[in-house]
């Protein structure tokens, strides 16, 4: 008996844990530059604790970073998220590097793969937040332009977050050796 006591008070927190309602999240990602992204998109989906309300993409070829998260989603069997694409006007170049190749994939030239949403990242933001105010968590893996540009458009949508989750910079090591911080 004492056995089986101390057997369910350890697995109290995590059977607690798991009953709890998965955090409603949208993020906001970067895709295609380097390959943390696609794994912090797969660790969302393999979380029990978050539940991905939509996808937005920042950067510049966002577009093209909207078409990799589709066949993303679409290779792991996810189908019935928005994915939609930001706007990179009057920035620096932030193009995508080799992983372009994946979004020219025939999957996408002969529509077996899901396609983004036709409204802007902002819009689609927005109508989400308006959706479920104060209880959506925006979690940020690139640049913060969709939501500075959210907040710019719709000031009124700034208490409708209930939370931002900002990853603020990365550090990359050149041709070198060196380290080089990159702000995003």
Not at 89 to 101: A, M, R
Not at 111 to 138: D, I, M, Q
Not at 150 to 174: F, N, Q, T, V
Request: with cysteine; charged share 25%.
């Amino acid at each position: 008996m004492k056995l089986i006591l101390t057997s369910l008070l350890l697995l109290f927190p995590i059977l607690s844990s798991q009953a709890a309602d998965p955090i409603p999240v949208i993020i906001d990602t970067d895709i295609g530059s380097d390959i943390d992204d696609t794994f912090a998109l797969a660790l969302a989906f393999a979380s029990p604790e978050l539940d991905v309300k939509a996808i937005t993409t920042c950067g510049g070829a966002a577009d093209d970073r909207a078409w990799l998260v589709c066949r993303f989603l679409t290779q792991t069997g996810t189908k019935a998220i928005p994915v939609a694409a930001g706007k990179w006007e009057n920035k620096p170049p932030y193009d995508l590097d080799w992983q372009i190749q994946y979004r020219r994939h025939p999957a996408a030239i002969f529509n077996r793969t899901v396609k983004p949403v036709k409204e802007s990242a902002v819009e689609l933001l927005y109508s989400k937040l308006k959706e479920k105010p104060g209880e959506l968590t925006l979690i940020c893996v690139g640049p913060l332009t969709n939501i500075a540009q959210l907040l710019k458009e719709h000031p009124d949508a700034k208490p409708m977050i209930k939370r931002l989750a900002i990853m603020g910079g990365s550090i990359k090591i050149g041709y070198d050796g060196k380290k080089q911080p990159e702000p995003e």
